[in-house]
């Protein structure tokens, strides 16, 4: 039972360059949803999904993008990468309405140079 | 959006309850109360959840007051292992959360 699965772990990227990062889910989950989390900061909503299709921004949504062509993967792409896109970002996915826990992967840390 | 007020940080001894408190003052009618916990380089991990009534699980008690303006996590017996920086949120348009400092719980032996 993976859960919520996050690649890759860690990331290095120059200013400029772009990247996706990947998030899977397994247990037939409808709603999605990809934070950030700073040094001695809580996490922040960047984009979320309430079904494969469907995609809406969160609180910081600049300078990222989002799809949902299946429910079971929530990739998160990077256009282009700047310094102050260094952070942990965490997938989470949830069965949905407000009484279903949330469910995280372990995180990709991402440092832009 | 509703949002919530938590203390930055708090200190308990080990085996002892500690009550952590959280204010919600302008949660909505539908606004379900989660707890989550985040240890050092791991993503957050569900602790609890409620709507109205008092909640208990295996890991800790919700209580919730009666106009549900605030909540406080209860830790029966404090271990070591609880030091995290504990977050109390709220549902955000309808399902997402968002989540605020949270509380540092730090664990005396």
């Known amino acids: ?113 | 959006d509703a949002k919530t007020t938590q203390p930055n940080s708090m200190e308990s001894n080990e085996e002892e309850p500690v009550h952590l408190p959280c204010n919600h003052s302008t949660i909505s009618g539908t606004d379900y109360i989660h707890w989550y916990r985040q240890l050092p380089s791991q993503g957050p991990e569900y602790v609890i959840h409620g709507l109205t009534s008092n909640v208990n699980n295996r890991m800790a008690s919700l209580a919730i007051a009666e106009d549900r303006k605030s909540s406080t996590l209860i830790l029966h017996r404090a271990t070591l292992r609880d030091a995290a920086v504990y977050y109390c949120i709220l549902t955000y348009a309808g399902n997402m959360l968002t989540f605020g400092g949270g509380t540092r719980l730090m664990v005396k032996p």
């Open chain 1, 1 to 113: 039972n993976a859960g919520v699965t996050q690649t890759p772990k860690f990331q290095v990227l120059k200013t400029g360059q772009s990247m996706t990062l990947q998030c899977a889910q397994d247990m037939n989950h409808e709603y999605m949803s990809w934070y950030r989390q700073d040094p001695g900061m809580g996490l922040r909503l960047i984009h979320y999904s309430v079904g494969a299709g469907i995609t809406d921004q969160g609180e910081v949504p600049n300078g990222y993008n989002v799809s949902r062509s299946t429910t079971e993967d929530f990739p998160l792409r990077l256009l282009s990468a700047a310094p102050s896109q260094t952070s942990v970002y965490f997938c989470a996915s949830t069965a949905g309405t407000g009484n279903s826990p949330l469910h995280f992967g372990n995180g990709t840390r991402l440092t832009v140079t």
